[in-house]
């Protein structure tokens, strides 16, 4: 067990001592303190504090009564039933009996052209819907308008001259290679010739295909990247002629 150590007893223990007492250093204060208080209440809403709000206290007098609260109308005034006097207007009379109708009134109308007139025709029309929804059958495309037209089932136009079009350019491309191959500067490639041309082509492209399915898979080197892009180069470049061939039935090649 750990023993409690007293402090050894001394005389001078006992005199009184006196107590010293610390002043604290004063209170920090800004020297802007003032400018900041008028600025706040400068811009402190009079209406936004914390609280019940400081107003007039009403008067015992002023409780409120009954129908205080109801609108009023304004009250009526001299001008305003000469008003509603002045805005109706009175009909005239009702004829008596004893009374002698005009005489002598003559009109311009005819009454026999109008009563013989052809009335007009109505539109036709058709129902829609169950509430007697009317449109007219003019615009409506139930009334077979278009092949009743001048013009209905001929060729338009501008087809008749893309079509003029076409034809003057295909006879022109036909000329231009029939004069070029008069002169020898052009042979036509037989369909023996274009199949020999086509099956080395796509024998070749065989050789290349096994060579780059050869090739190693890591590629560390510029020498093995650079054989990768060359191979898919010629690849890609017999892939092209291959679908040109296989298009065109019809081929021509220079000469020389």
């Excluded at 920090?28 to 504090?49: C, G």
């Excluded at 709000?53 to 609260?69: F, G, Q, R």
């Excluded at 001299?78 to 009109?107: F, L, N, W, Y």
């Excluded at 898979?217 to 679908?243: F, G, P, V, W, Y």
């Amino acid at each position: 067990m750990s023993q409690v150590v007293h402090p050894p007893e001394s005389v001078y223990n006992l005199i009184p001592r006196e107590e010293v007492q610390i002043q604290k250093p004063p209170r920090y204060m800004s020297k802007f303190r003032p400018t900041v208080v008028l600025e706040k209440k400068a811009t402190k809403d009079a209406m936004r504090t914390m609280g019940p709000a400081k107003v007039e206290v009403p008067s015992p007098d002023k409780y409120l009564k009954k129908h205080s609260k109801e609108p009023k109308l304004p009250e009526k005034t001299q001008r305003s039933e000469e008003v509603h006097r002045t805005c109706t207007a009175r009909k005239p009379a009702v004829p008596a009996r004893t009374d002698i109708p005009p005489m002598g009134i003559h009109t311009k109308r005819d009454f026999i052209k109008t009563a013989t007139a052809v009335p007009m025709k109505p539109q036709p029309a058709c129902v829609d819907t169950s509430k007697g929804q009317k449109q007219l059958l003019e615009n409506s495309g139930l009334v077979p308008k278009y092949i009743k037209k001048k013009d209905y089932g001929e060729v338009p136009e501008y087809l008749l001259q893309r079509s003029e079009e076409e034809r003057r350019a295909k006879e022109e491309y036909d000329n231009f290679v029939r004069e070029q191959r008069e002169q020898g500067a052009m042979k036509h490639l037989s369909d023996v010739e274009r199949q020999a041309v086509l099956e080395g082509l796509k024998k070749s492209w065989d050789q290349l295909h096994h060579e780059y399915q050869g090739l190693s898979l890591i590629i560390d080197t510029m020498s093995k990247k650079s054989h990768k892009e060359r191979l898919e180069a010629e690849m890609k470049q017999l892939e092209n002629d291959i679908k040109l061939f296989e298009r065109f039935k019809t081929v021509y090649i220079p000469k020389n």
